[in-house]
């Protein structure tokens, strides 16, 4: 179903930003599987930078999922909580290629199986690799979406499954995508843009104080 206030939303943020959102670089949904997985706590940026390097030495699940521990924490140093990370995607990669044969599952209950992925990063691969219904809960995404008004609650599962109700599945990737943009761009956690939000007519401002409501906040 799509409400009038999330579809009036998601036409203004469609037209503001026209481009293929993407924030992660990677060539088939092996790999974004993998960056995905990196990319907890830390920026995309930084996964961009040790991916190329990682799928350079090893390129197919059976080669990272037989990879000595030691050289993939070396290679993936960087990104930060390198130890957990290499287990997880020395795991993940292992999984990929033991029980689902080298192929990336589109299902979230097959996508929960393996480590290192939640809701979250099952959600991305779902959507940005398989064009399914994914509605991706950030921080910037729960921000943008309580302070418009939309939800309420602050547990990722709860956002995830109520904003789900408001929008057809064909438009949930998409939605994800420039909320989590304009978050970034405009709806900034510390002191949001307001004075000029492409939503500021329709924005409900919640949980901000009195200055924003006020159309003071800048
Ligand atoms: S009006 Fe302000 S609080 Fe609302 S979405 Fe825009 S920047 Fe965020």
Do not use: W
């Amino acid at each position: 179903m799509l409400l009038p206030m999330t579809a009036e939303i998601y036409r203004r943020l469609d037209r503001e930003y026209p481009e293929e959102i993407g924030f992660i670089e990677a060539r088939s949904p092996y790999e974004h599987l993998i960056a995905v997985i990196m990319s907890a706590q830390t920026t995309d940026r930084q996964v961009n930078q040790v991916t190329p390097k990682l799928f350079e030495r090893f390129p197919s699940p059976a080669d990272l999922a037989s990879a000595p521990i030691s050289e993939v924490e070396r290679i993936i140093h960087s990104v930060g909580f390198y130890r957990v990370k290499a287990r997880n995607i020395i795991g993940a990669a292992s999984v990929i290629h033991h029980t689902f044969h080298d192929k990336v599952p589109e299902e979230m209950e097959e996508l929960l199986s393996i480590p290192g992925v939640g809701r979250k990063s099952a959600n991305v691969i779902r959507g940005h690799c398989f064009t399914k219904p994914a509605v991706i809960v950030d921080t910037h995404f729960a921000r943008v979406v309580r302070r418009l008004g939309l939800v309420q609650a602050s547990h990722p599962d709860v956002i995830e499954r109520e904003i789900a109700g408001m929008l057809d599945g064909g438009l949930q990737y998409r939605f994800s995508m420039t909320v989590n943009m304009h978050g970034r761009k405009i709806c900034h956690a510390k002191k949001p843009q307001c004075s000029v939000c492409l939503l500021e007519d329709i924005c409900r401002k919640s949980g901000l104080p009195e200055a924003f409501q006020l159309g003071n906040g800048v």
